[in-house]
């Protein structure tokens, strides 16, 4: 018996220690996170309010307030068990980083107290020479820092056998620049902040303090069993399947979406929840997704900042979780070949500290001068920087989904909707298009309900698409962190809003009645940006000569989208912003080029293992039983002159060619594949990667065509790898 059968067998569910029912989420949401009111209770009033001022409007606190808090919260960790602290991180890996210290402390021979400072909340130093820094530090002089975000509260992570306090820090270098994800995000809601706040000062507001970005990352992903992850090399390697026959049935009913739950789903979406809710991540929405085993979690939105850290530990969360349930949750954009990949819908608006949200059409969208600015001055934004957008989301898991016939295209568009289009329309060319009834849907049935239909339709083939109140960029990938994404967006957005408002301004002193220059603004920038709307099917080949048409880039590879950051306009962007200093901005450029290589030549490697080493042994075994049957049929027409069909017998001897044949094939193939990689071995990052996304990744689809043909003929019995219907369609 194949392995991969034998794992089958072994296939079933954890018996659930818990029977009682969930308890009531108010009761414990953020019961291990040092949320700004459990600091409240821990801390001197004084302080509390200087923390505050700290946070509202950037006024630092003094030593003595920070070993305050330093004590509270360590206090607090301890009395629920924790026994380890950590500054908590995002490195440019995409991942988190932690660095646990004890709290312990010497007093004198044998003893010791617990005890943490202000210095230590504040500040710590790991070793950073083995974080990527993109040719910031030389390896020689790798001081890194992490200092204390206050803005993000510290939580607790517990395992079964203690609990350690993280304080979300960013990380820096010796001279101040950021070497991690966060520092340029938290930068540009300063930047967006302010610009928004020029221009909210135009239209009146007076009392606004504070702008910032709020997001709602929705986040997709795929489960499978344990045991068949097990016996995936390249799973286990890349996070995707790199062989691997499409089954019969994949998604073409219909009948995944939105279907009723698995029970063993189901009980791991209830853990995540769980475990989400005591850090105060709040998980919302759950269901399944279009593909077989694809889901997806959407929590409420909140301040961008917040959602990023929140998302990265949902994304931990899910991955220890599913481990408890004998699952493993595949975070990866494309792990499965002929049905959909895996996104991160990055829901973006822009809210003020009074609580309104700046994209928040209102009832009459079109007599909302300050919503209609801001709309364009969004839509400005993605037309003038496309390719900074795209660049954002430019990683080699997600080049499966952008540009390569997937959801979303490369080309970035966007959709308003018939209301918000028509009104756009309306302006710029004085048509006269019926807009703007607010509509109720009458079902014309006494037992059914009236109810207000939304203002916009649908369209889920843009990659940036206005849903009611919010802009929603469909390209993030489903592993990334959206620190980069929103970083982009903010910028970019930051940079039209000065734009906008020097025009209207500029319309003011030129004499014209406020309202009427910033209509006159609306209708130019709608204009001048119309090429960037896009209502139509996305996915469609029309769209992409149209695109052509219009000038819009369309740029299926990852290095050349990530050039992006090396051009003058966008770098003297990010500095005139303060996001990005050059340095920081060419140091992104060549981390993700050159992971973009590595990321490739462990698959190219991984490809040429499980060939060498499971594909072909099996499919050699798989001939030799052609062979045997052969020999013998041919023997016993000799001696025994049994009287075979000749057709049958040509058939035979067809069938096994054919099979000697496909291992030839995927053997020079592979040959090919290694001789690649060695010509590559000697070229820069940026030649590697053109090398490898024109010559390496169609040899591996070639090799990976050639190795599905042999796993749809070889017998089940030689066969070791899982197979998608094993795989995806697990009870
Ligand atoms: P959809 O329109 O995709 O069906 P929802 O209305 O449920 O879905 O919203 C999807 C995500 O968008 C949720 O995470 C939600 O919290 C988030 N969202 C809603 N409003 C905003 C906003 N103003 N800013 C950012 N995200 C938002
Ligand atoms: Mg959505």
């Not at 101040?176 to 221009?199: M, N, Q």
């Not at 990938?477 to 959206?482: A, D, P, V």
């Not at 306009?569 to 080029?593: G, L, P, S």
């Not at 001939?623 to 025994?640: F, G």
Request: glycine share 6%; charged share 25%; hydrophobic share 40%.
């Amino acid at each position: 018996m194949a392995v991969r059968q034998e794992a089958l067998f072994k296939i079933k569910g954890i018996d659930l220690e818990k029977v009682e029912l969930p308890k009531k989420v108010s009761s414990y949401f953020g019961e291990n996170t040092f949320s700004i009111e459990t600091m409240q209770k821990h801390i001197s009033k004084e302080t509390f309010e200087a923390f505050k001022v700290w946070m509202s409007e950037g006024k630092t606190i003094t030593l003595e307030q920070a070993n305050e808090i330093a004590n509270a919260m360590k206090d607090w960790a301890m009395a629920k068990g924790a026994t380890y602290y950590t500054h908590w991180f995002q490195p440019m890996t995409g991942l988190t980083a932690e660095k646990h210290d004890s709290f312990i402390s010497i007093t004198g021979p044998g003893k010791v107290i617990e005890k943490f400072s202000g210095n230590k909340l504040i500040q710590g130093e790991p070793d950073a020479s083995s974080f990527p820094s993109g040719g910031i530090r030389a390896t020689f002089e790798a001081r890194g820092y992490t200092a204390w975000d206050p803005s993000s509260p510290a939580f607790i992570i517990e395992s079964k056998l203690g609990k350690t306090l993280c304080i979300p820090t960013i990380f820096i270098s010796y001279n101040g620049e950021a070497l991690d994800k966060k520092l340029p995000l938290l930068r540009s809601d300063e930047a967006l902040s302010k610009a928004a706040l020029r221009l909210l000062e135009l239209f009146g507001h007076k009392n606004v303090k504070k702008v910032f970005s709020t997001c709602g990352p929705e986040q997709e992903y795929f489960l499978i069993d344990k045991n068949y992850y097990n016996l995936r090399q390249d799973l286990i390697m890349t996070g995707r399947t790199l062989v691997g026959a499409s089954s019969p049935k994949g998604q073409q009913l219909e009948d995944q979406y939105f279907g009723t739950i698995k029970e063993r789903v189901l009980n791991f979406m209830y853990e995540v929840a769980e475990e989400a809710y005591k850090l105060g991540i709040p998980v919302m929405t759950r269901h399944n997704e279009v593909a077989p085993h694809q889901y997806e979690f959407a929590p409420i939105f909140e301040e961008s900042n917040i959602a990023a850290d929140h998302n990265q530990l949902l994304m931990d969360l899910m991955k220890k979780v599913a481990l408890r349930h004998n699952l493993v949750c595949l975070l990866h954009e494309k792990p499965f070949a002929g049905i959909n990949g895996s996104g991160k819908h990055l829901n973006w608006s822009l809210a003020d500290n009074n609580g309104n949200n700046l994209l928040n059409p209102g009832d009459t969208p079109e007599d909302n001068l300050q919503f209609l600015t801001v709309l364009v001055a969004v839509l400005r934004a993605v037309y003038v920087h496309a390719d900074m957008l795209r660049a954002s989301v430019a990683m080699a898991g997600n080049e499966h989904r952008l540009g390569a016939n997937e959801a979303p295209p490369a080309i970035i568009s966007v959709f308003l909707g018939e209301q918000l289009s028509g009104i756009l329309d309306n302006m710029t060319n004085g048509a006269k298009k019926e807009v703007s009834k607010k509509n109720v849907m009458d079902l014309g049935m006494s037992r059914l309900p009236r109810f207000n239909k939304d203002t916009t339709d649908r369209n889920r083939t843009s990659p940036f698409a206005f849903t009611g109140c919010k802009f929603e960029f469909r390209a993030v990938g489903s592993s990334q962190n959206i620190s980069t994404p929103i970083a982009v967006v903010n910028t970019i957005v930051a940079e039209s809003l000065d734009y906008v408002a020097q025009m209207i301004k500029k319309a003011v002193s030129g004499g014209k009645d406020f309202k009427k220059a910033v209509l006159q603004v609306v209708a130019e920038v709608a204009k001048d940006t119309q090429k960037i709307r896009f209502e139509g099917n996305n996915y469609s080949e029309e769209w992409v000569k149209e695109a052509k048409k219009r000038g819009l880039p369309n740029v299926a590879s990852t290095c050349e989208a990530l050039r992006a950051l090396t051009k003058k306009e966008n770098i003297a962007m990010f500095e005139k912003y303060k996001v990005f200093t050059k340095e920081e901005i060419i140091a992104r450029y060549h981390i993700w080029v050159h992971t973009y290589t590595l990321v490739i030549e462990i698959e190219a490697n991984t490809l040429n293992e499980m060939v060498n080493a499971s594909v072909i042994p099996a499919s050699l075994e798989y001939a030799k039983l052609l062979e045997d049957n052969l020999s013998q049929i041919l023997h016993l027409a000799k001696t025994a002159k049994i009287k075979f069909d000749k057709k049958a017998i040509e058939d035979n001897k067809g069938h096994l060619a054919e099979v000697i044949s496909k291992i030839y094939y995927v053997r020079r193939n592979t040959k090919e594949l290694v001789k690649l990689l060695e010509k590559a071995g000697s070229l820069e990052a940026e030649d590697k990667g053109k090398l490898y996304f024109k010559e390496l990744k169609p040899l591996m689809e070639h090799i990976r065509k050639h190795v599905d043909d042999l796993e749809r003929v070889i017998s089940d019995e030689h066969w070791d790898l899982p197979k998608y219907r094993e795989m995806l369609f697990l009870k």
